[in-house]
């Protein structure tokens, strides 16, 4: 089982970048596929997820309206679609894939347990976004 996440890098403020989560060894469409970012002394936040099943989609307020998930089933990857970059969007951004799907309130991405929820994770990718 793999999760390969890539596409971070450094960009200004105001600019965009595009993440890729690529799965390996279990079956895609099965799962939920969620980002986390974590940033030096804070904790891990729940980014966005998608929904394999129906497509469904959650975003974490703080990314709503600049964010896109979206999957593509047939090459077994998850991007994540990063627009109108923040400062305070740097962290190393993680994949991970959950049985459990995606847990949301409302609209709202709202993990409870990430570590108890999340089956598989990827190694992280750090994204900088300089002001």
């Known amino acids: 089982v793999q999760l390969q996440a890539s596409g971070g890098g450094l960009v200004q403020a105001g600019g965009s970048l595009r993440l890729s989560c690529a799965a390996s060894?279990?079956?895609?469409?099965?799962?939920?596929i969620a980002w986390f970012r974590q940033a030096p002394g804070k904790e891990r936040e729940g980014v966005s997820c998608?929904?394999?099943?129906?497509?469904?989609?959650y975003y974490a307020d703080s990314v709503k309206g600049r964010f896109t998930i979206s999957a593509d089933n047939a090459k077994n990857t998850v991007y994540l679609q990063m627009n109108s970059l923040k400062p305070e969007d740097t962290s190393v951004y993680y994949c991970?894939?959950?049985?459990?799907?995606?847990?949301?309130?409302?609209?709202?991405?709202?993990?409870?347990?990430?570590?108890?929820?999340?089956?598989?994770w990827g190694q992280g990718t750090l994204v900088t976004v300089s002001s």
């Open positions: 998608i929904s394999n099943s129906d497509t469904s989609t």
């Open positions: 060894g279990f079956t895609f469409d099965d799962y939920a």
């Open positions: 991970a894939a959950s049985m459990l799907g995606c847990m949301y309130y409302g609209d709202t991405f709202y993990p409870l347990s990430p570590t108890n929820e999340y089956d598989y």
